[in-house]
Structures are given as C-alpha cells and as structure tokens.
C-alpha cells in the first residue's frame, strides 16, 4: 500500500512509509509492532518518511514477552492433538490448556504426541466467542517444552506408612 499509515514514531513523529521500505517485502506491519528505521527526507516534496523499516518484534510478541513477565511455570501432559493445537492437561488447574504447536520449542528430533509429558507458560489471550461474538480471556500454553516421562506428578504423596481402623465396611 503506497499511502500506508503511518509506521514508526521517531521522538514522537508519526512518520509515513512505502511498501517498498519494509525489510523483507512480505513481513507484517501492524499496528503496536516495534520496528527499527532510518528517515529519509524527500527531495521534491521535503517530506520525511521512515525508510529500511524492519519488524523487530510484533504486536503479540511484545504482548506475550510482558505477560511472560508474570506467568508462572506449569506442567501437564498432552491430552489432545488437532490438525495444529491442542490442548494439555495441567497440574496447576482443572481445566485444560489450548495451545498452538508453533508454540512448541523442542527439537525435530522429539515428536508432539499424546501423553507428552510438557513444562509450559501460561499467557492470557482475548477470544470471540462464536456463539454471541463476545470477547473473553482463555488461556494458552507458550513456550512449551518436552519433559523426560516420569516427571510430571498430578499427585502429592503427603504421608506414608499409616494405619487405621475401617469405620465403614461396602
């Protein structure tokens, strides 16, 4: 879009941009994305434009860098796979975990699969319900990584090696 909004803020200056002054030409520019620019001045028409634009973070990188800032640290198990989600059983909660799997941040040598044990994040992320179009927060696992088998506990052995007397029989 040559008359595109504008892209970068220099010291408080909204600054226009070409499509052609985005490094790579098909890297999303939107809105609250950090960008890093120079400034060019027009010859003819002396007007300053923000040129070399690069994308360094997006608007939901940024999003999810400062909510991580805050998540605490789960683990669970795979529970479910779809075509590119899914959901994981937490420890932490009751309810389950959506996740993407390019959230997933292992090797090609280890495969998603269910059952999987997984050490995650959680971050907040607005969705529209498809029922009545309303927003509301769900909760998505970021950042997953794989866990040796064995290492996720959904129980706490809080004592051992008591003894009673059966009040009740069946």
Partial sequence: ???APAAAKAKGEALPYLAGDIEPPNAPMQRGAEVEFSVCVEKAT???RAVAIKVLRTARQRKEEEEL???????????????DFGFIRSTARTGDVF???NDVKESSEMRLDFGQEVEFFVVSEP???QRDGSKRDSMRAVQITFLPQGSVKFE????KGLSGVVKRGT
């Fill in 156 to 159: 706490t052995l809080v004592a």
């Fill in 46 to 48: 002396q007007r300053r």
């Fill in 1 to 3: 879009n040559p008359s």
């Fill in 127 to 129: 969705k529209k319900s």
């Fill in 99 to 101: 996740f993407r799997f």
């Fill in 69 to 83: 800032k805050n998540a605490v640290k789960e683990d669970g198990v795979i529970k479910v796979l779809k075509d």
